[in-house]
């Protein structure tokens, strides 16, 4: 199948209908590649074709117009294109048969007929758990979800994560290559296997918002497209698993984190430290939307789980009119919680600030003083930023200036850099 030549979004001049096209294909993306990977059986298959018939769309719909169920042309036109495969691998057996009867090569692209909406959670979701399947790393499942599941383009995806766009097209290649060797099934996974099988694709939505949140290098401290895309995931698994405890804590704790995204940053992109914030600006209605999400993982579940910990946290944290008046003895015991349900070293750093808040910095310098002799988080600036504050708050200046200057050369962020730079200056 010739890709060489395919247009893609950001090769279509603005005004020329790409608008139109890129708004159906981001909303419906998801839907219409899982559709065509239940109609054909080949999820590489399918994510071809639904490209093509985007491809398609960025000529004909300029010149034409929007089709009145744009969904419905594109997957009429993908199935089109599936078809034409089939062909092209000599393949007139009863899987082209069945797909040219369902179709009729007589009918108009129109797709009123095509679009079976009692299908579409089921195709969704069955497309989030193949894209996330055990077989797959972290970087390729996170790549296959962005761009099959979100609709982001490969550009899109290498420029959230600063990496090449040739790495981003290989990692989704090498995925779809491992699906096929692995003759993974695109369906829903059984009820057996779904619980242990929901953690990884919570997981990899996760680390998709965490980088987004809190970039890891580059020069902006949040990357909204990646943050923003990572919500609307957690939002779809909420909706399409009601009765998932964990969906609903990982949707209330990203609603709960973003809610403070307006007041992380000043007008120059610079951070503003959580004291700082001018909680006036913080998204209320977004707080709003985590706390009824908080209150349904309770609701549904056993107990609070990671993410519904993690929420419970930032729920604290949200509602509280300031630092001081935050209920730091309530995150104390759910990062104990935390820590026991899901231990690491990140758990127990994020723990000692909130004992340092209760009981002082000495009591939590002996916390990060365990981490350190164990020699976890030697490559990540956290550590010796934490502990930076916390000499600083006991007027231990000089060692919290090594500290700062450790954390600098360790972080890959710039914004964060300068943070950084801002607490040495302090300290004289």
Known sequence: M????????????????????????????????????????????????????LAEALVSWPREGVPRNPAGWLLTVGRRRAIDAFRRRAALDERYSTLARELGEESGVDGDVLWDPDRIDDDVLALIFVSCHPVLSKEASIALTLRVVGGLTSTEIAKGFLVPTATVQARITRAKKTLGAARVPFEVPPVQERAERLGAVLSVVY????????????????????????????????????????????????????????????????????????????DRAAIGRGRAALTRAEQVGRGLGVYGLQAAIAECHDIAPSVDATNWERIVILYEALGRLAPSPVVELNRAVAVSMVRGPGAALKVVDRLVDAELLSNSHLLPTVRGELLARMGRADEARVQFEKAQQLCGNERERGLLARKLANLE
């Open 2 to 53: 010739a890709r060489s030549h395919r247009p893609t979004l950001s090769a279509v001049p603005d005004g020329t209908g790409r608008e139109e096209v890129g708004a159906v294909w981001r909303i419906e993306s998801a839907r219409i590649v899982g559709a065509l990977a239940r109609y054909t059986g080949d999820f590489a298959l399918a994510e071809d074709v639904a490209q093509e018939s």
């Open 207 to 282: 680390l998709i918002f965490t980088e987004g949140s809190s970039a890891s290098s580059g020069g902006e401290l949040i990357r909204f497209d990646l943050a923003r895309e990572a919500q609307r995931l957690a939002r779809v698994l909420a909706r399409l698993m009601p009765g998932e405890s964990e969906g609903h804590g990982l949707n209330a704790l990203l609603e709960l984190t973003a809610a403070r995204f307006p007041a992380r940053t000043g007008p120059d992109g610079e951070p503003i430290l959580l004291e700082d914030q001018d909680r006036r600006r913080w």
